[in-house]
């Protein structure tokens, strides 16, 4: 005996229903609302990390500010020439005079310097 035939293939399936123009406002809307809701909380927790932070925001560029001019006093406004430390106070920073002198002694010895008698 033969085999018997094969079935037939299912039937397609039904095309989708078309869009329902109430049904696309009402997600639109749905989609709105989240982004809505998700914004402000974003915004609100920016604004708590920005509060929270700014004291040490302000500490740091106090820090900064008196390293800058804690520098310049040392160096002066050379712009990171350190040989410009000609303008150092002996009396405010005695150590700094101190390597100043020594460095112009140096350069006597070497025959580089002005040799004072």
């Known amino acids: 005996p033969a085999p018997p035939p094969p079935p037939p293939p299912p039937p397609p399936p039904p095309p989708p229903p078309p869009p329902n123009p109430a049904d696309d406002e009402e997600e639109e809307k749905e989609e709105d609302d989240e982004y809505d809701e ?67 002694a140096e350069k006597v010895e070497k025959g580089e310097g002005k040799r004072t008698e």
Request: cysteine-free; proline content about 3%.
């Open 38 to 104: 998700t914004r402000d909380e974003y915004e609100k927790a920016a604004d708590d990390l920005k509060d929270d932070t700014g004291p040490y925001k302000a500490a740091r560029d106090a820090y900064v500010a008196a390293v800058s001019s804690y520098t310049k006093s040392l160096y002066g406004a050379g712009g990171g020439n350190h040989n410009a430390s000609d303008t150092v106070d002996r009396e405010a920073h005695p150590y700094e005079y101190e390597r100043k002198e020594e460095g112009e």
